[in-house]
């Protein structure tokens, strides 16, 4: 083992340090993490094409390293072996970011380009308020009914909304800007702010996929009716991804739940009635987890033998899926079209039976129209 060692911390410099024009189709992130345990680092990334992709590194000895790609600048989360945000970076292609010092949540040392160097300072400097913002959404499945929670939720994101304005104005010329905003203003409850501040940052600050992505996001994050509901990753019992709540051409119910929370085990129970109602070609249902344990879901489902589709955010409430969705409690459902429209969010029972009706009697007179149509097209061709 003592004549591994050298070998493989030679192998690992020499990986970290051969980088001569070989990979700018791609980029690089390499950490050298002092005292971290785990045995691996995750990651995620958005891609505007192809939705949200993870990836995942081993660790030897506090090092390790990704090479992946990214045409546009592409928010990057990095998560240790708990599930717990380590750090998020800026990246695209050609990138060759470094992290490295004592492993702590917003305490790294960023280097490798200069706007990921910006973003490490704004987090070494806000690294106490950032973790507990990052405490209060992982509590928010158990505490969302606590008034005190909730308060405190609110003041914290307010606090750091002030945070991040101060830092754009600071940096109106780096991209670093655009990506504190994506990543701590912008929501539908500020987008008024958020389009403020976007148009006060110099034009090399403002990368075209990055503020695009930001207007959408906080335009439709309400996702009210009308509104397209957004695809996402979401795993399945059996762990293959998909990335769709809906089957095209199919009325949709979906809920969004947790495990541990008793009123979305009863709510889930009581859609039982709706769906043994219509046919299984008229409605589908689709339960989404937010819990992160897969083991005790797993269990769960088998338990209850809902008769429907079942999914797992990988992620849990830390997914950008909540976010975009301003989801702020559970259960939680949406009934979407045909199409994935979101016809509507979070009504009563009673509400949904009757909605269910007036849909698919619509939809119903129009397929009947539809075939007559194509009779009548028929009769006179012949």
């Known amino acids: 083992m003592k004549r591994l060692l050298p070998i493989l ?19 690089t992130i390499t950490g050298d993490l002092s005292n971290y345990k785990g045995e691996y680092v995750y990651f995620t990334r958005e891609n505007y094409k192809e939705g949200i992709i993870h990836d995942t590194a081993k660790v030897i000895f506090g090092k390790f390293k990704l090479k992946a790609k990214s045409e546009s600048e592409t928010p990057l989360y ?21 992290l490295k010092g004592e492993f702590s949540p917003y305490k790294l040392e960023i280097s490798g380009n200069d706007v990921n160097t910006i973003i490490g300072e704004f987090y070494n400097n ?4 950032l973790q507990k913002i ?17 308060k405190n939720l609110h003041a914290t994101t307010d606090s ?10 600071s940096h109106l010329e780096s991209p670093a800007s655009l990506f504190i905003i994506y990543k701590y203003v912008a929501s539908h409850k500020d987008i008024t702010l958020t389009r403020r501040l976007i148009k006060i940052l110099s034009p090399e600050a403002k990368p075209v996929a990055l ?21 996402t990753l979401l795993h399945t019992e059996k762990d293959s991804s998909i990335f769709s709540f809906n089957k095209k051409n199919m009325l949709t119910i979906v809920t969004f739940w947790s495990i541990s929370d008793t009123l979305s085990s009863k709510t889930l129970r009581q859609l039982r009635p709706i769906y043994e ?80 009706k007036k849909t698919i009697a619509y939809n119903d007179s129009i397929e009947n129209l539809s075939i007559n149509t194509k009779k009548e097209k028929n009769k006179k061709r012949k």
């Open 9 to 27: 911390l030679s192998a690992i410099t020499l990986l970290s340090s051969c980088d001569n024009g070989l990979f700018k189709n791609k980029f």
């Open 78 to 98: 990095i998560f240790d072996d708990t599930h717990k945000l380590i750090t998020t970076l800026l990246v695209k292609n050609g990138d060759n970011i470094k």
């Open 126 to 129: 806000n690294a106490i308020i």
């Open 277 to 356: 109602k219509y046919p299984t070609t008229k409605l589908q249902i689709h339960s989404i987890s937010v819990d992160l344990d897969k083991t005790a879901w797993h269990q769960t489902i088998k338990q209850e033998a809902f008769p429907w589709s079942q999914s797992i955010l990988p992620d849990g409430w830390n997914s950008q899926t909540i976010k975009s969705l301003n989801l702020t409690h559970i259960p939680s459902f949406f009934l979407l079209d045909r199409n994935g429209l979101i016809i509507a969010r979070d009504i009563g029972t009673d509400s949904l039976n009757t909605l269910l």
């Open 160 to 169: 750091i909304t002030t945070i991040a304005t101060r830092f754009v104005h």
């Open 211 to 231: 503020a695009a992505r930001i207007e959408k996001f906080a335009a439709l994050q309400k996702y009210d009716k009308g509104k397209i509901m957004p695809y």
């Open 134 to 150: 990052d405490n209060l959404h992982s509590e928010f499945s158990t505490n969302y009914k606590d008034t005190t929670y909730t």
